[in-house]
């Protein structure tokens, strides 16, 4: 059984960082490709950030260089770093995992939620 959990959410002030994670279980997370989403109050949920592997990474435009992927395989663990965080960030931020590929217009294959960690960024 595959399980999912992202953690690391929180209030922090606008120009701040905080750094999520999203860990599983049932799932090698360096086998498989997963995605960041955000859900901001009111709209859609939204793929981010993108990792097929170490050495491949995507990001959405709004976020590209602020925020950061990586992975620890000894925790079985991908991070989001975000940095220099703007009220817009705010939202509810989910990982997928285990998908064969992501797109802005959906998952192709079986992926794998988790349960969502609230992110709110303060101006």
């Known amino acids: 059984q595959v399980r999912v959990v992202e953690s690391g959410g929180g209030l922090v002030q606008a120009g701040g960082s905080l750094k999520l994670s999203c860990t599983a279980s049932?799932?090698?997370?360096?086998?498989?490709?997963m995605g960041w989403y955000r859900q901001a109050p009111g709209k859609q949920r939204e793929l981010i950030a993108t990792?097929?592997?170490?050495?491949?990474?995507s990001y959405k435009d709004s976020i590209q260089g602020r925020f950061t992927i990586s992975r620890d395989d000894a925790k079985n663990t991908v991070y989001l770093q975000m940095n220099s965080l703007e009220p817009e960030d705010t939202a509810v931020y989910y990982c997928?995992?285990?998908?064969?590929?992501?797109?802005?217009?959906?998952?192709?294959?079986?992926?794998?939620w988790g349960q969502g960690t609230q992110v709110t960024v303060s101006s």
């Open positions: 049932g799932i090698i997370l360096r086998n498989n490709a």
């Open positions: 990792m097929i592997n170490r050495a491949t990474a």
């Open positions: 997928n995992v285990g998908g064969s590929r992501y797109t802005a217009s959906g998952i192709i294959g079986t992926g794998y």
